[in-house]
């Protein structure tokens, strides 16, 4: 959960398409920090955080690129790792990067609804002192949820998406024409290509108000480093869609801002398009009606991808370093793949992401494993039958 913090109202222009910038003295009334007014307007995705996880999704793309570059007789590329071994993307929430609260603001609203006196009184210092107390307490509950998880081992958990989802008919993007690339690139949103919060502390390239009800919120984003490099160059040979478990009404104002004209981003789907299982918002690739021979989906939460784990390359979740090179590191892999009949085999043999999952390690399978060594290592002990009775002495 995002903690509030102080924001400084000359940091970043307040942009709205189509409308004049917001002067500074507007930013108390539109910013709202309180923790009952933090939702889920943005992905709620776990990220890879584990080190385990971490680091053998970086020393399985280090590999396979080395491996790639020994077959052809050429050095080892400079190509894009899933994950680096440092950690100078930092951040207090792990679990879900900019996982704020917009549902619940809508609780907030609806109070205001039925009895707005009660909702805009100041609370007495011990409630005060109460609600705060709750609220640090809640955050490190999902710190420590965060802690735990582990998504290869969710990966490896996830049922067969006949299972979770009836088939489809029907299909979010529209048919292809004879001037549409081949392939399509999917791309997240929040932690791969920008960073938002709703305090404005990270430093942002741009802010803008979301409205959620009768309340009104200031979103502070930040875009990752060559972003616009990167999406000038996959949009010349793929279809670009933006594929996030955002919310629309903020997303959908985001991308407004970073591709104003439509010209990079072919298209957009949103957190509605997302399968819900297991408190995760997965991305089910069939939706969008193009052949997974020709798609390749780009997260930093690896099991958002899990249902078509071949199509899926994991990038580093990215929070606010400036030296960070992740997406420039990824354009020789998709250029090559971009021409390559089917992705898959490519994509596989790059990141091995399913020997990674089959190599999770399962608490539950570890503990059954132990239970049946320590039963077979207990002596089985035959029942003795009981002695005969004594005849008494004549």
């Known amino acids: 959960m995002l903690r509030p913090r102080q924001q400084d109202p000359a940091a970043a222009p307040l942009a709205t398409p189509g409308k004049p910038p917001l002067s500074p003295a507007m930013d108390t009334s539109l910013i709202t920090s309180t923790a009952h007014e933090e939702a889920e307007l943005f992905s709620p995705l776990f990220h890879l955080h584990k080190e385990g996880s971490h680091a ?10 080395a491996d790639d570059a020994q077959a052809l007789g050429q050095p080892p590329p400079e190509l894009g790792q899933p994950g680096r071994s440092d950690t100078d993307n930092t951040s207090t929430d792990h679990s879900t990067g900019t996982s704020a609260s917009l549902s619940m603001a809508a ?7 039925t009895a707005s006196a009660e909702c805009v009184a100041s609370p007495a210092p011990a409630a005060a002192a109460q609600q705060a107390q709750q609220a ?9 949820e965060c802690l735990d998880f582990d998504p290869l081992l969710f990966i490896k958990r996830l049922p067969p998406l006949e299972r979770c989802v009836p088939p489809r008919r029907d299909f979010l993007l529209p048919k292809k024409t ?15 290509l920008v960073h938002s919060t709703l305090d404005g502390y990270c430093r942002p390239d741009f802010m803008f108000p979301v409205e959620v009800g009768t309340m009104r919120h200031m979103v502070s984003v930040r875009q990752r480093p060559h972003l ?13 869609v933006v594929f996030t478990a955002s919310q629309r009404v903020y997303a959908e104002q985001l991308l407004d801002i970073v591709d104003p004209e439509r010209r990079l981003v072919r298209h957009r789907v949103f957190r509605e398009s997302c399968v819900f299982w297991e408190g995760n918002y997965l991305k089910d690739l069939t939706v969008l009606g193009r052949d997974l021979a020709h798609t390749i989906i780009i997260d930093n939460s690896p099991q958002a991808f899990g249902f078509q784990l071949d199509n899926g ?24 793949v971009a021409h390559a009949e089917d992705v898959r085999p490519h994509i596989q043999r790059r990141f091995r992401l399913r020997s990674l999952v089959e190599a999770a390690a399962d608490p539950e399978q570890q503990y059954m494993q132990q239970q049946e060594a320590a039963a077979r290592q207990v002596p089985d002990v035959q029942p003795q039958s009981p002695a005969p009775p004594r005849r008494a002495e004549q």
């Open 313 to 336: 390359i994991p990038i580093e979740s990215w929070y606010d370093d400036d030296g960070d090179d992740e997406l420039l590191k990824l354009l020789p892999f998709l250029e090559k």
């Open 228 to 240: 616009h490099t990167f999406l000038e160059r996959v949009s010349q040979l793929y279809e670009v």
């Open 107 to 113: 609780d907030v609203d609806a109070c205001g609804e």
């Open 136 to 144: 640090q307490q809640q955050a490190e509950e999902a710190d420590d």
């Open 56 to 65: 053998d999704l970086c020393t399985a793309g280090g590999k396979a690129a």
């Open 178 to 192: 004879r001037r549409s690339k081949q392939k399509t690139l999917v791309l997240d949103l929040d932690e791969t």
